[in-house]
């Protein structure tokens, strides 16, 4: 059994910053890519921002420069570092995680960014 839980999500500011945490845990030897997906009310869920094991990054065009994705492999953690966050990143926030060739998903986070 394989469970990811994100947490750091809540209420900021435009312009603020948030951290966002994803630690897996369960029957896990290795993981492979992890990523960040959000899901804003009415929208399709879309890509944020990934990274393999050997922390090779993407980013999704509407992040790049703003949020910057890690891992600590070892902990078996995904982060993702929100900067200058925007009303319109307001979403719910997903991580994933590749393990054992299966795709798992965390519960979401709430993120939400006034004006």
């Known amino acids: 059994q394989v469970q990811l839980v994100e947490s750091g999500g809540g209420l900021v500011q435009a312009g603020g910053s948030l951290r966002l945490s994803c630690a897996a845990s369960?029957?896990?030897?290795?993981?492979?890519?992890m990523g960040w997906y959000r899901q804003a009310p009415g929208k399709q869920r879309e890509l944020v921002a990934t990274i393999t094991s050997g922390s090779t990054t993407n980013y999704a065009d509407y992040v790049k420069g703003r949020f910057t994705i890690s891992r600590d492999n070892g902990k078996n953690t995904v982060y993702l570092q929100m900067n200058s966050l925007k009303p319109e990143d307001t979403a719910v926030y997903y991580c994933?995680?590749?393990?054992?060739?299966?795709?798992?998903w965390g519960q979401g986070t709430q993120v939400t960014v006034s004006s």
């Open positions: 369960g029957r896990i030897f290795s993981i492979g890519d």
């Open positions: 994933n995680a590749a393990i054992r060739s299966r795709f798992y």
